[in-house]
């Protein structure tokens, strides 16, 4: 679920930070500025150092690997809250998918993801699965929106083009967060989840449909919706047993 429309990028912009919200158009994007730092963050004196052009607050992308080092992104608390900044942005965008149905006050990406993460903690043990990689897996797997926004089948961006975004999106973050351990990890765990590769990316991905299809009910009966277009498209494409039992238990609370 998700809006191309939501993305974000960093401008150079004097000494602060202009967020910038992309809109899709002929799979090329096209920037509208939006809001400027109040603060002249570290941040934007070190793009300003890179080797990438830009006067008068022209776009710049996140720098790529070769213009990054260790000085510029530092295993700091300073890199830490500059991480932490830059998923704010999960809080405050909403999911697009409930935004077009003109949803009331919709969830955000943060909203979706801490439900996924509680999922994790309160699912039964399995043999053979990590639950705590399972609940970091959940933490983890829509982070990349923080930049590129949450994309919607609707927005006409093919499945490939939307994986690298994220995929250079997740590289850019780890690098801001100093590319240690926990910024490896991370790597690891967004990459496990996009290849649908294990046991716990399963599941994962089964929490991230049935979470949605609870939120599907919620409006449903707060707000007198009919979302009915969730549940079949999420129909059938349970994974996993638990993920089949609680998308069972949720479609039958839905009001007849």
Partial sequence: MGSGSRGLLLCKSSSSLVFLIPSFTCNNLRFNKTIASSRAHRMATEASSSS???TGGDCINPPPS????GAAFSSSSSSAIDFLSLCHR?????RAGWVKRNVNNPESIADHMYRMGLMGLIMADIPGIDRDKCIKMAIVHDIAEAIV????????IPKE?????EREAITYMCKLLGEGARA??????WMEYEENSTAEAKIVKDFDKAEMILQAVEYENEQGKDLEEFFQSTAGKFQTELG?????EIVSRRKK
């Fill in 149 to 156: 926004g949450d994309i919607t089948p609707s927005d006409g």
């Fill in 90 to 94: 999960l809080k405050t965008t909403k």
């Fill in 66 to 69: 070769s213009s990054v080092n």
């Fill in 244 to 248: 089949k039992d609680w998308a069972a």
């Fill in 184 to 189: 490896k990890e991370i790597d690891e765990l």
């Fill in 161 to 165: 083009e939307k994986s690298q975004r």
């Fill in 52 to 54: 990438s052009s830009v």
